[in-house]
């Protein structure tokens, strides 16, 4: 908001623009505002007369104003915000609003559509906004670079007492994005006199006011001046990327490490280097000490290594990653699975000449929201530091080891006539690297979704994947629900009293007993490990997920920095995280205590406790858990089988 001038000046400019720059199209008037995207604003909101005028609300993703705006009423929802599965969810990956749903595209027709979140974020960014009253009416103008002007009222909002908020004090307008951390929210673009914002979720149910953009080819705007997609644009690093509606979230950069554009090939690495060189062999090699079969790092095969050297180590850790390095700790190089993941999820097309640049390479189209994104063929470098096949085929580095031999890193392969994301490469060899965005500020996720339930890779030796929420929680901070060990159902209260297997003692009971004094009359099994039926994991989340074992607690425990915070993502929450030796991701438990025979929460925010599926070692009346403090975590702890413990599961194999 700098620049700001008279507002008798800004509406003699508002004037002339309404005049002289604005379009008609399908009746409804646009104003270009010279914004780098080319992205055209229409001048009045839905259900307005004038550009004053608030017009009507909707809910995010309707189409129609009502007088009562809640969750009881909602469309794509079923009465609470815990339960969205009706669209628009973590199950069916639909990040932005569909055309069916889209209330500009539908009032207006197809030329236009809601704005992205990116492009608000632009608005934002490259206009200067001047707090003003424009025929009785507060709101903002708003400069574009150009000097033509548009304005936003501030219209308020609408939930379930059919008044409208704010009305004249703040405005409140959908995106058409998702938020994909809270899928019961939409991001909005709100403001007041004194701040504008797109950065928070608002519960989708709100009707809040749509200001339409003009949409080519009925799909995101591309821009016509760069030739990127609408994009959003990272506040650290000033590192463009796009949104691809890849099913994990990941956002891939637009250009290559050292690329100003994104047909330029941009700087070429060894595999695990942070440096440019003049030449790329095994001979200055920082990890080969001179040959293939003298690897110093990342070795999990001795005849590789030098003097027999091996580790563990199969992906990059933050200290290799270039773009990690070169880009700040948002970014880093992308694994061999988000590889995998763009091809599955787009279509590819060979170009020679890109954006009439005269650039060879390949266009990658989402197929859930239309989005793109280039990859230069920008070859490969080699001994000679000749760049070989420039023009003719692409090579881009992963993160991630090559898997059969230590000698070679997995790279994304394409040509003319081949696209291969499990492509191998010679470590010592020099290719581009195209980033991607690290979640947590750290070595990407690698987070993937198994029966609509996302699980983290963490290197871990057994190959347990964890997932990344608790058995009930929508997000990774939630508590979620409480059971009993080997119960499936939560309960008000938790005691011996009314637990499954107990008889109402910890000295009776009937299932999952190796000792005869805890036994009911004398009752005993062998039975050290929960079966499918009580494994509520499994049967809460379907056949791809178990409780874990306290062998994988230890193993978590074993191959991970432990660490506790207090305000995990600015949410409020404590908890653990732990944080792979192997790959740098992390996962996440909250500090959620446990419940007992009062059915109150107790030590949440201090203590965390998480049920394995192994009975106690000592005492069958106690099965193992995760505990964990501000101090340290113990993954061999015990505590009664009939206290309410929340469940994190493990991915199952078989």
Not at 62 to 81: A, D, F, L, P
Not at 198 to 225: E, H, I
Not at 240 to 264: E, H, K, R
Not at 431 to 458: D, F, I, M
């Amino acid at each position: 908001m700098k620049n700001k001038t008279s507002i008798l000046l800004l509406f003699l400019t508002f004037l002339f623009v309404n005049v002289g720059n604005a379009t008609a199209q399908q009746k409804h008037e646009y104003v270009d505002l010279g914004l780098p995207s080319g992205t055209l604003w229409a001048t009045c909101n839905v259900g307005a007369a004038n550009p004053w005028d608030s017009g009507d609300y909707f809910a995010w993703g309707e189409t129609e104003s009502k007088v009562i705006y809640s969750w009881n009423n909602y469309k794509h929802g079923n009465g609470s915000h815990k339960d969205v599965s009706k669209k628009y969810n973590k199950t069916d990956n639909r990040a932005i609003l569909e055309k069916t749903d889209d209330v500009a595209y539908q009032k207006w027709g197809s030329d236009w559509c809601m704005p992205t979140q990116a492009q608000f974020e632009e608005l934002e960014d490259k206009c200067t906004w001047i707090w003003t009253l424009r025929n009785g009416k507060n709101g903002y103008e708003i400069k574009g670079p150009n000097g033509n002007i548009v304005f936003l009222p501030a219209a308020g909002w609408k939930g379930d007492d059919r008044n409208v908020s704010y009305a004249g004090s703040a405005g409140g307008y959908w995106t058409s994005s998702l938020d994909l951390d809270h899928p019961y929210g939409a991001i909005p673009f709100h403001f007041a006199s004194n701040f504008v914002s797109s950065d928070k979720w608002n519960y989708r149910f709100g009707g809040l006011s749509v200001r339409p953009v003009q949409c080519r080819n009925n799909a995101t705007l591309q821009s016509q001046s760069t030739g990127y997609n609408v994009i959003s644009q990272s506040q650290s690093t000033e590192i463009q990327y796009v949104n691809l509606g890849l099913p994990t979230g990941t956002l891939w950069a637009t250009c290559n490490i050292g690329a100003s554009n994104p047909w330029d090939c941009g700087d070429y690495f060894a595999w695990g280097e942070t440096s440019i060189k003049h030449a790329y062999s095994w001979s200055n090699y920082k990890y080969g000490d001179g040959s293939e079969s003298k690897l110093t790092k990342y070795c999990n095969m001795s005849y590789c290594g030098n003097n027999g050297y091996t580790d563990r180590r199969t992906v990059l850790e933050p200290s290799d990653d270039v773009a990690f390095q070169k880009c700040g700790s948002d970014w880093c190089m992308p694994t061999q699975e988000q590889f995998q993941e763009l091809y599955d999820n787009c279509t590819n097309e060979w170009t020679t000449n890109y954006q009439g640049k005269g650039v060879s390479g390949i266009i990658f189209k989402s197929k859930k929201n239309g989005n793109s994104i280039f990859f230069p063929a920008a070859g490969s470098k080699g001994s000679d530091g000749i760049t070989t096949d420039a023009g003719s085929a692409g090579h881009y580095w992963s993160s991630a080891l090559g898997a059969d031999y230590p000698g070679d890193s997995q790279d994304f392969y394409f040509s003319s006539d081949d696209v291969d994301p499990g492509d191998l490469f010679y470590r010592c060899f020099g290719l581009p690297v195209r980033a991607v965005r690290c979640r947590n500020n750290a070595t990407s996720q690698s987070q993937y979704k198994s029966s609509g339930h996302q699980y983290v890779n963490l290197g871990l030796p057994s190959g347990a994947l964890w997932a990344t929420t608790n058995v009930g929680a929508s997000n990774p901070e939630d508590y979620g629900d409480y059971f009993a060990w080997g119960e499936t159902s939560i309960k008000d209260t938790y005691s011996w009293s009314n637990y499954k297997y107990g008889d109402g003692s910890d000295c009776k009971l009937t299932k999952y007993s190796n000792k005869s004094y805890c036994g009911d009359n004398d009752y005993t099994d062998s039975r050290t490990t929960l079966e499918k039926t009580d494994d509520v994991a499994y049967l809460k989340w379907g056949s791809d997920w178990c409780m874990p074992t306290k062998k994988q607690f230890m193993e978590l425990y074993d191959n991970c920095a432990y660490e506790w915070v207090t305000n995990y993502h600015g949410k409020g929450v404590a908890g653990s995280i732990f944080k792979s030796k192997k790959n740098g991701n992390t996962i996440f438990f909250p500090a959620a205590g446990c419940k007992g025979s009062d059915g109150i929460t107790s030590d949440a925010g201090s203590d965390g406790f998480y049920w394995s599926s192994s009975l106690g070692t000592d005492h069958p009346c106690d099965a193992h858990d995760l505990y964990f403090n501000s101090d340290d975590a113990d993954p061999g702890d015990w505590v009664y089988r009939s206290l309410g413990l929340p469940v994190r599961p493990v991915r199952c194999k078989n």
